[in-house]
């Protein structure tokens, strides 16, 4: 059962909160209002630390200003809908809109005619959303930045998220980077930088983004997880290295419970609890825990990354070896218990068992 029975967090394109990120969006801004935005930018960090929330939040922000109004003009204009725009607010790093603005809600609702959005689409033969982003989900880029903006400002695309783009589409999103118009702006996000075309790379402004700190994290959290006390939510978010995110998962897996049978497991190496891996292996294993497997593979990656700094003669290989195991079955769709019990097995001969 879910412990996560508070408010849930909105999508990125709905979420008018941002915690945390105040320097990014600062530097943002001050871009904007200089004259020097890069035309693309490519926004990294870890998973679920708000990445997708902050591009959103600074399209919104730019389609916005509309040309040729300065924002005391723009707060005083009326909008082409009619109706006063509320004027900005007072945010981190100021780049906040009314959640009443019509901007926001027409980004909210994919209705704003100036912005389009790259992300894994439906798939209509198997009934489920693809895993990647696919040329077709990308094809219209190019045709969509040539037209005049519909309300008068920018042309914005948000990425989300860049790593899920298969070769086709990275291609497809490269001509765009190679030769943008004026008034477009180009929002990447990426979990994983490194595994991008350097060409798409090398085309973006970067912009990294740091896990949040302790109390920001808890700060998110603590509306979302009412049924946990502060302190299981402190432990959460150190077991997620500072992703409000992947510790909402974690809450949802019971990743604590996760963690301390790992540790408990993991503490009598070279010794091993043959009753108790198996049990730990049929709850990863059985079916719909893939959650819970992955969780469970990416605490012991972290576990073997700190044991082989510290002693890499003796714990290297067998880091090296358990890592492509659990990449291979998740990857595959292998036995996820045999596969959590045979890196056991290799962590105790490691240990000299």
């Known amino acids: 059962m879910s412990v996560s029975d508070g408010d849930s967090i909105p999508p990125p394109r709905a979420n008018p909160d941002l915690i945390g990120h105040a320097a990014a969006e600062a530097r943002l801004k001050s871009a904007f209002a200089q004259g020097r935005l890069a035309h693309a930018w490519l926004i990294t960090g870890p998973r679920g630390i708000g990445k997708a929330t902050l591009a959103y939040r600074f399209a919104r922000y730019v389609l916005a200003r509309r040309a040729g109004l300065t924002p005391r003009a723009l707060n005083d204009a009326p909008s082409l809908f009619g109706a006063p725009e509320p004027a900005e607010e007072a945010g981190e790093g100021g780049l906040h809109l009314d959640p009443k603005h019509p901007v926001f809600r027409r980004v909210a609702g994919g209705g704003h005619a100036d912005l389009f959005t790259a992300e894994p689409g439906f798939d209509e033969k198997k009934g489920v959303r693809r895993a990647e982003i696919i040329v077709d989900d990308v094809r219209g880029i190019g045709h969509f930045l040539s037209l005049t903006p519909a309300e008068g400002g920018w042309r914005v695309v948000v990425v989300d998220s860049a790593d899920e783009m ?45 896990p949040l700190k302790e109390a920001d994290a808890v700060r998110v959290l603590g509306p979302l997880l009412p049924a946990l006390a502060e302190p299981e939510i402190v432990e959460l978010v150190r077991l997620a290295e500072g992703s409000p995110g992947r510790a909402l998962e974690l809450a949802d897996e019971d990743g604590l419970a996760l963690q301390r049978e790992l540790d408990e497991l993991l503490s009598k190496l070279p010794d091993l609890d043959g009753v108790a891996l198996q049990r730990f292996g049929d709850r990863v294993g059985r079916s719909g825990a893939e959650a819970a497997f992955r969780i469970a593979s990416e605490i012991l990656r972290r576990w073997l990354a700190r044991f082989s700094s510290a002693d890499p003669g003796r714990w290297l290989d067998a880091q090296a070896r358990i890592a492509g195991l659990l990449g291979r079955v998740e990857g595959l769709n292998l036995d996820r218990k045999a596969a959590m019990m045979d890196a056991f097995f290799q962590l105790r001969r490691a240990a000299g068992g």
């Open 166 to 210: 298969n070769r086709n589409a990275a291609n497809a999103i490269l001509k765009a980077l190679e030769e943008p118009p004026a008034k477009a702006l180009l929002l990447l996000v990426s979990h994983n930088p490194g595994a991008l075309l350097a060409t798409i790379r090398s085309r973006c402004q970067r912009l990294a983004l740091k």
